[in-house]
Every structure is written in structure tokens, then in C-alpha cells.
């Protein structure tokens, strides 16, 4: 699969997921068989980029590429800014988000809002497209379906995008107006897919191989993007994988492999954010990893009130050395959406944008 001139390893993508998915959590899937991962979302505040925060989300060092950046906001002309900011800090791709449900960004209405005043989106769109074009970085697009039942406008949105140069839009099958909540519909996606012949990518409670395959083959999208699934389970695009290729699943993995992996991403975080905030920010995924493994509530709540990375990095490892002791592999997830997806929607944090 390409997008632009750039060759991407396999149809399936990690979800932009603020919070969730940096660089460490990003290399993590992509050395877990996702072909593809796109950063979370850069501000096109100016005056934000010399944050922590924002400094951190630019830093793609020792990434495997392709590098793709996703900005926001309301203003074409800030928006083209960001996109040639992120291009000179190594964005191979940008990617603008029209999906964020949330108010914050920027300040204003901008996310999916912008599905709402299509002038705009395009304004959007025409201004990135111009900031890349000299660069040869393709610009792509993340949008919802449109912004509630009533005004579902993803195809005619896809349309001007692409021929305003767009080269990949990915369509969650939600509305704005239903945040994460209902299921995600994939007829739209399969409308958008008719629609254009740039490549399309499928995304919303894709969790399991059989879900995967169906989407495939009932929107003909060109590539899966994967979300709140891969939280704690980053081998879930290997065995999408397998099961693509073969038909059959792929055991579970060993816990042996899972401590190991486990322990390597806290080392990753920890040099990412320092050790304090590393710590307190590692704790989301250590719940999502041993979410409905034997002991893992318990060991979640005691995990939470520990304070110092080496003993967080230590009582993980004790853990896992526990389970193994009972099974070599990992037990099969429940039945069910999976983990991350069983979360109240209404839990999931004011910056889960799009
Ligand atoms: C915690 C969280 C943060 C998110 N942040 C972003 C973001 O920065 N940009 C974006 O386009 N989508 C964001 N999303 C939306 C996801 O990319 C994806 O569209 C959505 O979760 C549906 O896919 P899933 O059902 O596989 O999770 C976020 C979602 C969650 C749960």
C-alpha cells in the first residue's frame, strides 16, 4: 500500500491516540506488525510548540518510518504553518484531524467541527496541501462521518479533499455528536471508498482478526486503522496478520514475551517523559496490559500507589514472573469488544480527538 510516493509495510494502522500513542507506544505496534502508526495530534498553536508536551510529540528519533504527524485547527493559514514546522522536525506525511469531538483544541470548535462548515475544511485542506506540496509530503485526512445522523457529509467532504490533492482519508464510523459511544457503521466508509480512488482506511471498533476481515470485505477500504484495541495489547496486529493471511489465530502471547515487551516499553516511556511523570503516565498501560488477566485488578490498584519507576518497573516484572508460573501464555482475551473498548465512553478522556 502507498500513500503518495511513500510505501507502507502492511494495511494495518494504529489509531492517532492523544495520550497513548507516542513514540514509544507507536514503535511498539510497528515492531509488533502494524504497518503504519500516526503520531497524536500536534496543535497548529504556534505558541504552544516550545511545550514539553508539544516538543515531546515532535521528537520522532529512532522511529521507524514512515514519520506521520497529525495537526489541528481552525485556521488555514496556522495549519499550514504546523504542517511545515512538523515537515522540517522529519513529518514525512501530514495528517489533519477532523475527527476530534472535543472542545479544547485550539481553543475553539475545530475537530470534526470542521465538517460542519465545509468552506473551511476545504480552506484547510488547499493551505496544507500547499505547505507540503514543495516538500513532496502527502497530506492526509481523518475525519468522522459528519457531525450527527442528520448530517452525515463524510463523502462529500471526501470528494472535494481529494481533489483538492488529499492522498489517504481514514473515516471513523462514528458521528461528532456521538462521541464514542453506539457502534461504529461502516456503510459510510464503504460510500467514501465508491467515492474517491485514493486509498480509504476503515476505523471504530475494529478488536479482534474477525472484525478485521469484515470490514475489509464489506467496505473494500484499503487499509484498517486500529485504536483503543491495541491498548496493552500491541500483538493484536500480528494476529490480525496471521489470521488475514492464514485464516487461522495465532496462540496467545507467551507471558514470558509479554513481560519482556512490557518491561522494555516502561524503560522506553521512562526516557521519553523522565522518570516521574514516566511513572505516573505508565500506570493507564500497565492497567490496559493486565486488564482481565488472573490477579490484574488487584495488582492494578497496588501498582497505582506505587510512586518510584524502579519499583513500578520491579513489581510489573514480579507480577509477570507470578503469572508464568501458573500458564506459559497469555489467557484468551473475554469475549467481546476487548478491554479498552468495554470502557464507558463517557470515561474516555477530553482529549480523545476524533
Ligand atoms: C484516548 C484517545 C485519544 C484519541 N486521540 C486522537 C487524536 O489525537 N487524533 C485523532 O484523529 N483521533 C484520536 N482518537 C480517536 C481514534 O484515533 C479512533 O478514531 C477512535 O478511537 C475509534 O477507533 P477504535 O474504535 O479502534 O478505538 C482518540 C481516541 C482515544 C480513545
Known amino acids: 500500500m502507498q500513500i503518495g510516493?511513500?510505501?507502507l509495510a502492511n494495511r494495518l494502522f494504529v489509531a492517532p491516540m492523544a495520550g497513548v500513542t507516542d513514540r514509544p507506544f507507536r514503535q511498539l505496534c510497528k515492531s509488533l506488525g502494524a504497518g503504519y502508526a500516526v503520531s497524536e495530534m500536534v496543535t497548529s498553536r504556534r505558541d504552544l510548540w516550545n511545550t514539553l508536551k508539544t516538543s515531546r510529540r515532535a521528537n520522532h528519533e529512532g522511529e521507524t518510518t514512515p514519520i506521520a504527524v497529525q495537526i489541528a485547527g481552525t485556521d488555514a493559514a496556522m495549519m499550514a504553518e504546523a504542517a511545515a514546522y512538523n515537515i522540517d522536525r522529519g513529518a514525512q506525511i501530514i495528517d489533519i484531524n477532523m475527527g476530534c469531538p472535543a472542545k479544547k483544541v485550539c481553543n475553539k470548535w475545530a475537530g470534526s467541527a470542521l465538517m460542519q462548515d465545509e468552506p473551511l475544511a476545504?480552506?484547510?485542506?488547499?493551505?496544507?496541501v500547499a505547505a507540503a506540496a514543495p516538500h513532496r509530503v502527502p497530506v492526509t485526512l481523518k475525519m468522522r462521518?459528519?457531525?450527527d445522523a442528520a448530517h452525515r457529509n463524510a463523502v462529500t467532504i471526501a470528494r472535494a479533499a481529494e481533489s483538492a490533492g488529499v492522498q489517504m482519508l481514514t473515516v471513523h464510523g462514528r458521528t461528532r455528536e456521538q462521541g464514542y459511544r453506539g457502534e461504529a457503521e461502516y456503510d459510510t466508509v464503504t460510500a467514501v471508498k465508491a467515492a474517491v480512488r485514493i486509498p480509504v482506511v476503515a476505523n471504530g471498533d475494529i478488536a479482534t482478526p474477525e472484525r478485521a476481515r469484515d470490514v475489509f470485505a464489506a467496505t473494500g477500504c484499503d487499509a484498517v486503522m486500529v485504536g483503543r484495541a491495541a491498548q496493552g495489547r500491541p500483538w493484536i496486529f500480528r494476529e490480525i496478520a496471521h489470521f488475514l493471511d492464514t485464516g487461522e489465530h495465532l496462540a496467545q502471547p507467551l507471558v514470558a514475551e509479554v513481560r519482556r515487551l512490557l518491561l522494555d516499553h516502561l524503560e522506553d516511556h521512562y526516557q521519553l517523559y523522565g522518570e516521574f511523570t514516566g511513572m505516573r503516565s505508565a500506570r493507564k498501560h500497565i492497567g490496559w496490559y493486565v486488564h482481565g488477566l488472573p490477579g490484574g485488578d488487584d495488582f492494578r490498584k497496588r501498582m497505582n500507589r506505587i510512586d518510584d519507576c524502579r519499583q513500578q518497573w520491579q513489581a510489573v516484572g514480579d507480577y509477570f514472573d507470578e503469572l508464568a508460573t501458573h500458564t506459559d501464555r497469555l489467557p484468551p482475551p473475554a469475549a467481546?469488544?476487548?478491554?479498552a473498548l468495554e470502557e464507558d465512553a463517557a470515561d474516555i478522556r477530553s482529549d480523545a480527538c476524533g
Open 122 to 128: 476545504l480552506a484547510i485542506v488547499e493551505a496544507v
Open 145 to 147: 462521518t459528519g457531525w
Open 336 to 339: 467481546g469488544p476487548g478491554a
Open 5 to 7: 510516493p511513500l510505501t
